[in-house]
């Protein structure tokens, strides 16, 4: 392999030109620090990408006129930039972004990524994380990588072959990794009411955060649990180790854990390296309902940033700052639904840090409607379990406030007696 420099590969990059870049764990640190040097030679390069980690400096007001992002997703690291217009949000599901680069509406001229070293074969991967980034670096005429010595070698959609990659630079650094939070009184609440609603046989989807692993947590004496997720984190690993999580009743991927990104410590990293019974796959195909609902039991479990009473759900944003994004929780909602014996489940805490419910008479203004009351099912509090699915609008309303905080339900009540005019 012959590689250049950080700085030979990015010289590449040209104003006004669009450039992805690889994402979450996954993310080409040392290219971006490379690209962000050369802003003083820069002019209005588009960067794109979905969720990614690190600092993001060229979404900073410092380098507006050189980059400016349109983000598929709302990061952490993005939300100050989306927020003061130094970066701009695209709504979109995550299985139809690939669509974009597909259509010619966001082509990459150039594509940033982060590989493992080539095998034997001449064959990388895209580690940790697939999601849209195989399709961008199919799409993009010049193709740089970052050839990890860190990076876990994957197994399922994720290979590039070295020789289709223009520039090859090497770096030997840990991936990004988060900690598994420590769980809260609730997260546990949640996590018991949800594991009840879970059977054997089921396969799930789930995300990253203290709900997500308080569930998994509650899973020990289920059996033949599969998954097909967006995304897996450290929570899964003792569950597969005890045979909870074998995939045997699946029906697509049989056997094998799918998901289009892995995102937690070191301990998930060397889980998947080249791990047989993983598929990493892009988003286009972890993200499909129509693949989706074709497991049994499917049983999806997200997250909510407000729920107004007819059961509308905000996930993404607060009133108008941009939070996080769509991402994938329709698609699995709606898949769950159509599964045979499906579950969609939206879980969160029943107010906010600051004590305020987010079980609301009416979303916050210029809030965003993730999904839609018509997909809802199953809501989850620490309280307890809302059923919501053939409700009418008042059953739904009486529904939701049994499952708040106690300290707010004789508001809500009131709020919606004088939209209903009774419960």
Do not use: W
């Not at 899973?219 to 649990?225: D, E, G, P, S, Y």
């Amino acid at each position: 392999m012959n590689f250049v420099t950080a700085a030979e590969a990015v010289s590449k990059i040209k104003s006004h030109q669009k450039v992805f870049i690889h994402g979450a764990a996954m993310t080409p640190e040392l290219l971006i620090d490379a690209m962000v040097e050369r802003a003083n030679e820069l002019e209005q390069v588009e960067l794109m990408h979905m969720h990614t980690e690190g600092k993001a400096r060229y979404a900073s007001d410092e380098y507006k006129q050189s980059f400016h992002v349109n983000s598929f997703f709302v990061a952490r690291n993005m939300r100050k930039a989306v927020d003061e217009e130094n970066a701009d949000y695209v709504p979109m599901f995550l299985s139809d972004v690939h669509l974009l680069f597909k259509n010619d509406l966001l082509r990459p001229d150039v594509a940033l990524i982060q590989v493992s070293p080539p095998d034997k074969h001449g064959n990388c991967t895209l580690g940790a994380s697939v999601d849209v980034a195989r399709q961008a670096a199919e799409a993009a005429s010049i193709i740089i990588a970052e050839v990890n010595e860190q990076a876990p070698r994957t197994h399922g959609a994720g290979s590039i072959p070295v020789e289709k990659i223009d520039f090859l630079v090497q770096s030997n650094r840990p991936l990004y990794y988060i900690q598994s939070p420590e769980l809260s009184e609730n997260d546990l609440k949640i996590g018991r009411y949800i594991s009840g609603l879970i059977e054997d046989g089921a396969t799930l989807q789930l995300g990253i955060g203290g709900v997500p692993d308080a569930v998994l947590k509650e899973l020990a004496n289920h059996r033949n649990l599969g998954i097909h997720s967006e995304m897996v984190s450290d929570g899964i690993i003792p569950l597969v180790e005890n045979g909870v999580i074998n995939g045997e009743e699946k029906e697509i991927s049989r056997g094998k854990i799918v998901s289009s990104f892995v995102l937690g410590s070191q301990k998930i990293y060397d889980f998947i390296h080249d791990n047989a019974e993983v598929s990493m796959r892009e988003t286009s195909y972890t993200n499909d309902p129509g693949i989706i609902r074709m497991n049994p039991k499917v049983t999806a479990i997200n997250s909510a940033i407000e729920i107004d009473l007819t059961g509308q759900v905000c996930a993404e944003s607060i009133g108008t700052y941009q939070f996080s994004g769509v991402g994938g929780q329709l698609d699995f909602i709606r898949a769950a639904a159509f599964s045979e014996g499906g579950k969609p489940i939206i879980a969160m805490d029943s107010v906010t840090k600051k004590g305020e419910s987010k079980i609301v008479a009416f979303l916050k203004q210029g809030a965003a409607v993730t999904t839609t009351r018509a997909h809802v099912h199953y809501i989850v509090t620490e309280y307890g379990i809302a059923y919501l699915n053939g409700k009418n609008l008042r059953q739904r309303a009486k529904a939701l406030i049994e499952i708040a905080h106690p300290m707010h339900r004789e508001e809500l009540e009131k709020q919606a007696f004088l939209r209903f005019k009774h419960l």
